[in-house]
């Protein structure tokens, strides 16, 4: 009970984005409401484009949208820190693969994505599903086993699910949702849907044999699939 109170008083206690901005993020927030102030910025590292034209380095945004996108990955790393002290004091069984490190990958995937589009991943999945509109309290009462979980409790860490927001869940096999993802983009393109699939792996799935036949077969049918590596080494 002891160690039940002592998580519940960390949860609560969650510093804010707000709290953890350094002087340049308080400095966008106060601009935050500006939506006709726009910036200019400028990629760190060029994109390299296989038969196709890479991206520009440049991309116009605002201060708005950049503090949206930091309070969204503050939120997901206190998130995920979160589940750690509770796994750590054995309020959340079994696995619990967290995401920490990799925030920047679900926020700018969605930033770029409709809630029309298909995303699918491995079980580092609980940042995906807070940026597809899950909530903190559907998130940590799937960790915890409870009904009000987006699984009902029943999957855990490994499978969050919110099909009604294009989120097709996390998967415990590693690389097996690859081709569930394609076979999202085939039902996509079966019914005209105009719409994409994305399917998330990370490095040590890309030597799948399963991912290498789903690329292919995503390229003979033309299927609106998207393959996108977090490779967190």
Known sequence: M????????????????????????????RLSTDDSTTLTIETSVPFTGHKIEPPSRSVETTPKELFGFFRDMALMRRMEIAADSLYKAKLIRGFCHLYDGQEAVAVGMEAATTRR???????????????RGGTLVEAFAELMGRVAGCSKGKGGSMHFYKKENGFFGGHGIVGAQV???????????????????????????????????????????????ILVCENNH
């Open 2 to 29: 002891n160690s039940l109170v002592r998580a519940r008083s960390r949860l609560l206690h969650l510093p804010t984005a707000a709290t953890v901005a350094t002087p340049l993020l308080r400095q966008l927030r």
């Open 117 to 131: 589009d298909c995303i699918i991943t491995a079980y580092r999945d609980h940042c995906i599903y807070l940026a």
């Open 179 to 225: 081709p569930l993802g394609c076979g999202l983009a085939f039902a996509q393109k079966y019914v005209k849907d105009e719409a994409v699939s994305f399917a998330l792996y990370g490095d040590g799935a890309a030597n799948q044999g399963q991912l290498f036949e789903a690329l292919n077969i995503s390229a003979l049918w033309d299927l609106p699939a």
